[in-house]
């Protein structure tokens, strides 16, 4: 009896032990879902007007100025374009474009796809980046009309809990009308409809597939990709991305796709609110790297460039005069780019001959056939052109680091140089003549290929050369100095424009280089310095051997045999060094020179790489780079190299 009584007393115990756990657990579920409510309710009610979503609150936007902070260059983020358009006014090859990119299941999920974040999540591990990704078009249109982009919890929060009260309220298109109405597609521009007209001179509705593509390309990075910006190889290539998504979602065929990417798209013409276009793109590249797009947007940045708003002006006019004269050689493209040895400050920056002007010949598909772009920068493009003979110094300078003189005797005559690749090398002369014994300073200065490889191969050496030009700034010459062999001396590397000004900077400055620079200070908008230019000078090559290179680079007479005394090297009252380089193939033509104080180069040629009339740049490139010395030149005060010691000019 007593045992019976003793269970039923565990047994009531027990019970009520499972009943007060039930009623806590109840309790903490009931408490958890009404702090979630409370939660859901206090963000949610923070849901923008329908409104809202088609204005942007004022932002004060960044200026970019010249070296003085008087000439205003380029507003970033000022004056928007935009123009409201319902869904229907809007191509339904855009729309589609949009959702195959940007988010493919959109009108199957909640606004929030967890599938595509599990899948963004992973590969950003993978890559060892933690960055959110996957985000739906509903969480953009949240994102960027009513959230700050901190990385923070409490903003992830906030816009889950506005995704889905957006999508609880409003449906599908509506949502898609106000994602296309706002969205950034280019500095400036927002919004299907104004980016439709800036870009192709149309309307949305008007799109063609490729178009429709393209601006589709945009939205990921929208300075980046802009069609005016100077990544126009980076926003095609993205372009036929989006087309391969389309035709891997079913909105349109495969053969639709590859027929997309072969069309020609023509760009309308870009409004001139933008003064030394390719330099300022330059820094806008750098400004967004460094401080990301949103603060460029509103913290009222003023960038006080280096460069010098006359010489820009003079740089211009110099490469609009010559245009159609290097034409009648074949060459429909020109750059010109000028710096200071001593500061490393770009003073002007001329990426083509017209940066507003049509590429050309019309139909020509860019980074394939055109002979003219006119947004590509030469100056700073790609992996570079070919230099030519404007190697040959970085040889000349390197033999006479190792104690060679400029009068030493070198004999120019057929020579086989052995097997490099799987020929003899035999290089010839560029007027098939051969001089027999010549003094280095002759040879250098008349520019003599044989006695240049003999330098290169006998006296300087090929490794040693190499790693000479790219001390002295040549960033493109990557590979092992037997992959370029001893033709890189005579032009058989690639390289940019300007790091060849930067590197022959390294011979104005006495063997000191200083990095190239666009910035002289940023402010923020109280003006508070919050960057400032402070390049560190570095000794990087012998003084004596600089000294000597120069006083070749710099004798006219020891040139006149080849060029004549008054060649387009030639500056009467100014003591300049100078040096032409063209390549075998005529492809391109360049001339570089410079006193102690200003260093400018030219080069002349193709986009495409096609061939120019068989001239050398003495005759092509030379007469830009003489006309901009004549200009500039009064800026500066006349001054002489420094000779090497113990030795005196012939002139």
């Given at each position: 009896?007593?045992?019976?009584?003793?269970?039923?007393?565990?047994?009531?115990?027990?019970?009520?032990?499972?009943?007060?756990?039930?009623?806590?657990?109840?309790?903490?579920?009931?408490?958890?879902?009404?702090?979630?409510?409370?939660?859901?309710?206090?963000?949610?009610?923070?849901?923008?007007?329908?409104?809202?979503?088609?204005?942007?609150?004022?932002?004060?936007?960044?200026?970019?100025?010249?070296?003085?902070?008087?000439?205003?260059?380029?507003?970033?983020?000022?004056?928007?374009?935009?123009?409201?358009?319902?869904?229907?006014?809007?191509?339904?090859?855009?729309?589609?474009?949009?959702?195959?990119?940007?988010?493919?299941?959109?009108?199957?999920?909640?606004?929030?796809?967890?599938?595509?974040?599990?899948?963004?999540?992973?590969?950003?591990?993978?890559?060892?980046?933690?960055?959110?990704?996957?985000?739906?078009?509903?969480?953009q249109?949240?994102?960027?009309?009513?959230?700050?982009?901190?990385?923070?919890?409490?903003?992830?929060?906030?816009?889950?809990?506005?995704?889905l009260?957006?999508?609880?309220?409003?449906?599908?298109?509506q949502?898609?009308?106000?994602?296309?109405?706002?969205?950034?597609?280019?500095?400036?521009?927002?919004?299907?409809?104004?980016?439709?007209?800036?870009?192709?001179?149309?309307?949305?509705?008007?799109?063609?597939?490729?178009?429709?593509?393209?601006?589709?390309?945009?939205?990921?990075?929208?300075?980046?990709?802009?069609?005016?910006?100077?990544?126009?190889?980076?926003?095609?290539?993205?372009?036929?991305?989006?087309?391969?998504?389309?035709?891997?979602?079913?909105?349109?065929?495969?053969?639709?796709?590859?027929?997309?990417?072969?069309?020609?798209?023509?760009?309308?013409?870009?409004?001139?609110?933008?003064?030394?276009?390719?330099?300022?793109?330059?820094?806008?590249?750098?400004?967004?790297?460094?401080?990301?797009?949103?603060?460029?947007?509103?913290?009222?940045?003023?960038?006080?460039?280096?460069?010098?708003?006359?010489?820009?002006?003079?740089?211009?006019?110099?490469?609009?005069?010559?245009?159609?004269?290097?034409?009648?050689?074949k060459?429909?493209?020109?750059?010109?780019?000028?710096?200071?040895?001593?500061?490393?400050?770009?003073?002007?920056?001329?990426?083509?001959?017209d940066?507003?002007?049509?590429?050309?010949?019309?139909?020509?598909?860019?980074?394939?056939?055109?002979?003219?772009?006119?947004?590509?920068?030469?100056?700073?493009?790609?992996?570079?052109?070919?230099?030519?003979?404007?190697?040959?110094p970085?040889?000349?300078?390197?033999?006479?680091?190792?104690?060679?003189?400029?009068?030493e005797?070198?004999?120019d005559?057929?020579?086989?140089?052995?097997?490099?690749?799987?020929?003899?090398y035999?290089?010839?002369?560029?007027?098939?003549?051969?001089?027999?014994?010549?003094?280095?300073?002759?040879?250098?200065?008349?520019?003599?290929?044989?006695?240049?490889?003999?330098?290169?191969?006998?006296?300087?050496g090929?490794?040693?050369?190499?790693?000479?030009a790219?001390?002295?700034?040549?960033?493109?010459?990557?590979?092992?100095?037997?992959?370029y062999?001893?033709?890189?001396?005579?032009?058989?590397?690639?390289?940019?424009?300007?790091?060849?000004?930067?590197?022959?900077?390294?011979f104005?400055?006495?063997?000191?280089?200083v990095?190239?620079?666009?910035?002289l200070?940023?402010?923020?908008?109280k003006?508070?310095?919050?960057?400032?230019?402070?390049?560190?000078?570095?000794?990087?090559?012998d003084?004596?051997?600089?000294?000597?290179?120069?006083?070749?680079?710099?004798?006219?007479?020891?040139?006149?045999?080849?060029f004549?005394?008054?060649?387009?090297?030639?500056?009467?009252?100014?003591?300049?060094?100078?040096?032409?380089?063209?390549?075998?193939?005529?492809r391109?033509?360049?001339?570089?020179?410079?006193?102690?104080?200003?260093?400018?180069?030219?080069?002349?040629?193709?986009?495409?790489?096609?061939?120019?009339?068989?001239?050398?740049?003495?005759?092509?490139?030379?007469?830009?780079?003489?006309?901009?010395?004549?200009?500039?030149?009064?800026?500066?005060?006349?001054?002489?190299?420094?000779?090497?010691?113990?030795?005196?000019?012939?002139?």
């Amino acid at each position: 009896m007593a045992e019976r009584k003793f269970k039923r007393e565990i047994y009531g115990q027990k019970k009520r032990m499972i009943f007060r756990i039930l009623i806590f657990v109840s309790l903490g579920f009931f408490l958890t879902a009404l702090l979630g409510s409370a939660v859901f309710l206090y963000y949610a009610k923070d849901l923008p007007r329908p409104e809202k979503f088609t204005e942007r609150e004022f932002v004060e936007s960044t200026k970019i100025y010249d070296r003085t902070g008087q000439i205003l260059l380029y507003e970033m983020f000022s004056e928007e374009k935009r123009e409201i358009v319902p869904l229907s006014e809007i191509s339904d090859y855009l729309k589609k474009a949009v959702i195959s990119t940007e988010d493919a299941k959109f009108y199957s999920h909640n606004g929030i796809d967890f599938t595509g974040i599990l899948r963004a999540f992973k590969l950003n591990w993978n890559r060892g980046d933690l960055s959110y990704g996957g985000s739906t078009i509903s969480q953009q249109l949240i994102r960027s009309t009513f959230l700050s982009t901190q990385k923070t919890a409490e903003r992830k929060t906030r816009e889950i809990i506005l995704t889905l009260e957006l999508e609880r309220k409003y449906g599908k298109d509506q949502i898609l009308e106000w994602y296309l109405n706002q969205i950034p597609l280019g500095i400036n521009i927002y919004g299907a409809e104004s980016a439709s007209k800036t870009y192709f001179n149309k309307r949305a509705k008007d799109l063609t597939l490729a178009e429709s593509a393209l601006l589709a390309a945009v939205i990921k990075m929208p300075s980046h990709y802009s069609p005016f910006g100077k990544h126009l190889d980076q926003l095609l290539a993205r372009k036929d991305y989006v087309l391969d998504r389309m035709a891997q979602e079913n909105y349109i065929t495969k053969d639709e796709a590859e027929e997309a990417k072969k069309e020609d798209l023509k760009f309308a013409q870009f409004a001139n609110t933008i003064k030394a276009p390719h330099f300022v793109l330059e820094v806008q590249d750098y400004l967004i790297k460094t401080y990301g797009e949103t603060s460029l947007r509103e913290g009222g940045f003023k960038v006080y460039t280096t460069l010098d708003w006359e010489m820009q002006e003079e740089a211009e006019k110099v490469i609009t005069d010559n245009i159609e004269r290097i034409k009648k050689y074949k060459a429909y493209n020109t750059s010109l780019a000028a710096l200071s040895p001593k500061t490393g400050e770009i003073l002007a920056m001329v990426g083509s001959s017209d940066w507003f002007s049509k590429s050309y010949p019309e139909g020509c598909i860019s980074g394939k056939d055109c002979l003219f772009e006119p947004k590509v920068n030469i100056a700073t493009y790609g992996i570079g052109r070919q230099p030519g003979s404007a190697f040959k110094p970085f040889a000349y300078v390197t033999a006479f680091q190792k104690g060679h003189k400029a009068e030493e005797i070198v004999v120019d005559e057929y020579t086989d140089f052995g097997v490099w690749g799987n020929s003899h090398y035999t290089p010839q002369n560029y007027d098939g003549l051969f001089r027999g014994p010549v003094t280095l300073r002759s040879a250098l200065a008349q520019s003599l290929n044989i006695p240049a490889v003999k330098v290169l191969l006998y006296l300087a050496g090929l490794e040693d050369t190499l790693e000479t030009a790219k001390r002295a700034g040549l960033t493109t010459l990557g590979n092992p100095a037997s992959f370029y062999g001893p033709s890189i001396v005579l032009g058989g590397g690639e390289v940019k424009l300007l790091d060849m000004v930067s590197a022959y900077g390294v011979f104005a400055n006495d063997g000191i280089k200083v990095s190239p620079s666009y910035i002289l200070k940023i402010e923020d908008s109280k003006g508070r310095i919050i960057e400032q230019n402070n390049k560190t000078p570095r000794s990087i090559l012998d003084q004596q051997a600089v000294r000597m290179l120069n006083s070749v680079l710099s004798d006219n007479t020891a040139r006149t045999p080849m060029f004549g005394a008054n060649s387009s090297l030639y500056i009467p009252g100014w003591q300049t060094a100078a040096k032409t380089g063209t390549t075998n193939s005529y492809r391109d033509a360049w001339a570089i020179g410079y006193t102690p104080s200003i260093c400018v180069g030219v080069w002349a040629g193709n986009n495409d790489n096609t061939p120019m009339s068989e001239k050398s740049s003495i005759t092509i490139s030379g007469p830009i780079w003489k006309s901009f010395m004549l200009k500039i030149l009064p800026k500066f005060p006349k001054e002489d190299f420094i000779l090497p010691e113990g030795y005196a000019n012939p002139e």
